[in-house]
């Protein structure tokens, strides 16, 4: 017996799973934006190397500016607490039945370090670091 998955991308907008589902599409994106960026972080440096190229040194300077690294570092941690809390309740199923509290931990744990993050790196991109 198979399950019937032919939901359509409307009816899979209404679906109210919440936190979880939230975080599960987040994750994927962040996961995405991760692929992208080191992707173009390698392509901007062979190009930079091998020709001096004029959209190599663009991508060079967006990268260097702390309001994109703002984002990417949002990527980052958010990718790596999620992960990591998947990785516990993948390893102690026990825990599954308190999934939605190891949510709100890990947004406990997230808030903080992004925030001490983001005052940093705007103190840095205000003075001129």
Same mark, same amino acid.
């Given at each position: 017996?198979? #399950? /019937?998955?032919?939901?359509? *991308?409307?009816?899979?907008?209404?679906? +109210?799973?919440?936190? %979880?589902?939230?975080?599960?599409? @987040?994750?994927?994106?962040?996961?995405?934006?991760?692929?992208?960026?080191? =992707? #173009?972080?390698?392509?901007?440096? *062979?190009?930079?190397?091998?020709?001096?190229?004029?959209?190599?040194?663009?991508? /060079?300077? !967006?990268?260097?500016?702390?309001?994109?690294?703002?984002? !990417?570092? *949002?990527? !980052?941690?958010?990718?790596?607490? /999620?992960?990591? +809390?998947?990785?516990?309740?993948?390893?102690?199923?026990? @825990?599954?039945?308190?999934?939605?509290?190891?949510?709100?931990?890990?947004? @406990?744990? *997230?808030? %903080?370090?992004?925030?001490?993050?983001?005052?940093? #790196?705007?103190? /840095? =991109?205000?003075?001129?670091?």
């Amino acid at each position: 017996m198979s #399950l /019937n998955r032919k939901v359509g *991308f409307f009816q899979g907008l209404k679906y +109210r799973g919440k936190g %979880p589902m939230w975080a599960w599409m @987040l994750h994927r994106i962040t996961g995405l934006s991760i692929i992208l960026f080191v =992707g #173009l972080h390698v392509f901007a440096a *062979f190009f930079m190397q091998q020709f001096g190229s004029d959209a190599a040194t663009f991508i /060079n300077i !967006v990268y260097e500016s702390w309001v994109f690294q703002i984002f !990417v570092i *949002f990527i !980052v941690i958010f990718h790596a607490l /999620n992960g990591s +809390r998947i990785a516990v309740l993948d390893i102690w199923p026990q @825990l599954q039945m308190y999934q939605r509290e190891a949510l709100w931990l890990e947004w @406990l744990v *997230f808030i %903080p370090i992004y925030s001490l993050t983001i005052f940093i #790196l705007i103190q /840095n =991109g205000i003075i001129g670091f």
